[in-house]
């Protein structure tokens, strides 16, 4: 039998903030009053891992009280109508998967989830929690939060190369190509493979052969699905004047 269409979505931040959670580049947010290199770095978390776990409470907290918006559940709603959406997102929040959909993977890790400090296989779902200092893992090491931090590999970006790879569409929303490795990953695509990048931002650079869709994340996904669920395949439309 001929294998479905595969469509592969790479999201960022700003597919995450339309449900108001804040992008580390906000001037008011959380990250306005803490240097990144104390509370999301390695170094930061020997000096003072309270202030780190700390940080990362107020940030859970913030993904608690978020809500998926119009662009996660139209890509949701996609999968469960049958096409097959494998979603890589460097977001650590879980919008995607309390929008419905399934096959998605964490680049830089999950803020709903511990992990031991000495093996990163080793990992608790927190659920309504926090991890506090003494919360230790099945080898008695302290518990951090399961997010990959500057400085440290990416251990998922191998599995993410061959989903994109796989492609037959890419669909890139809320990032600007430009955070490494992630924004490497468009150069996984086969030659005959279009990509589509929906962003608000006009003045936004994006490779050679990239459709671009000057829309927010929250009218061009679902704009885009509505076009896929019409027609009953993926492709790219011209414009983001759907």
Known sequence: MAKSPHLVVLTGAGISAESGIETFRAADGLWANHPIEDVATPEGWAKNPQRVLSFYDARREQVRDARPNAAHRALANLEALGFDVSIVTQNIDDLHERAGSRQVLHLHGEIMVARSSVDERMRYPLGRRNIAMGDVCDRGSQLRPDVVWFGEAVPAYQEACELVADADLMLVVGTSLAVMPAAALIHE??????????????????????????????????????????????FVPPSGNA
């Open 189 to 234: 695509l086969p030659l005959d493979a279009q990509c589509v990048l929906v962003d608000p931002d006009p003045g936004l650079q994006v490779p050679a052969g990239v459709t671009r869709w000057v829309m927010p994340a929250g009218e061009g996904v679902p704009a885009l699905t509505r076009h896929w669920q019409r027609e009953g395949r993926l």
